[in-house]
């Protein structure tokens, strides 16, 4: 299972936040296993991601397709500049990224 397959199956079958606004609010509060960022992703939001990340002790993922391809690997009409895992349901995700 590739990432992209593993990242629609979490999407799918778990329980997944859509959102860099949501993923910041939800690391805050130390929520989550895995988070999922676009390349193009602002530097302004990366940083905040990957400090509230750091201080939860939850995993970066940077995705190699602009939010635009995310979007469309999570099957959304939308772009997704990021994504917070919490729980992977039947995805391999946690296993292929950490």
Known sequence: MDI?????????????????????????????????MASNIPEDLKEDIEYYAKLSEIPVYTHEG???????????????????????GDSTILEMVG
């Open 66 to 88: 602009t939010s635009v391809e995310l979007g469309s690997v999570c099957g959304k009409p939308f772009t997704v500049g990021a994504l917070l895992i919490q729980d992977p």
């Open 4 to 36: 992209d397959r593993g990242i629609r199956v979490a999407v799918d079958t778990g329980n997944v936040i859509l959102g860099s606004k949501r993923t910041i609010q939800s690391l805050k509060l130390g929520k989550g296993k895995l988070v999922v």
